[in-house]
Nanobody, 119 residues
Framework: QVQLVESGGGLVQAGGSLGLSCAAS????????MGWFRQAPGQEREYVGS???????????DYADSVKGRFTISRDIAKNTMSLQMNNLKPEDTAVYYC?????????WGQGTQVTVSP
């Protein structure tokens, strides 16, 4: 497993933008797959998107339909970091956002960072 630390959450108005970062420490094989999830109050954790590497290349980037076209996931393989750029934010994007990583499935999780979008 790896340690994951998110940063960059905060408060933004609807229509605004916000960026999140996730720094991973640990074996690089444990971060072949990295992704973002979110959990709103009273709701289950929801998949936001993921990014998979093969060696030093990005091979797959995937998004949930609810964020497609608004959110962009990227990663710096050399630095073992991942970013989430969120544009045109909506109040329904309000949630705690979690970074996750693994080899074949997500088995390491960050502590989460709060994103609040005001109307």
């Amino acid at each position: 497993q790896v340690q994951l630390v998110e940063s960059g959450g905060g408060l933004v108005q609807a229509g605004g933008s916000l960026g999140l970062s996730c720094a991973a420490s640990g074996p690089t094989y444990a971060t072949i797959l990295m992704g973002w999830f979110r959990q709103a109050p009273g709701q289950e954790r929801e998949y936001v998107g993921s990014i998979r590497k093969s060696g030093d290349k990005i091979v797959v980037v995937d998004y949930a339909d609810s964020v497609k076209g608004r959110f962009t996931i990227s990663r710096d393989i050399a630095k073992n970091t991942m970013s989430l750029q969120m544009n045109n934010l909506k109040p329904e994007d309000t949630a705690v956002y979690y970074c996750a990583a693994g080899t074949m499935k997500f088995d390491s999780w960050g502590q989460g960072t709060q994103v609040t979008v005001s109307p």
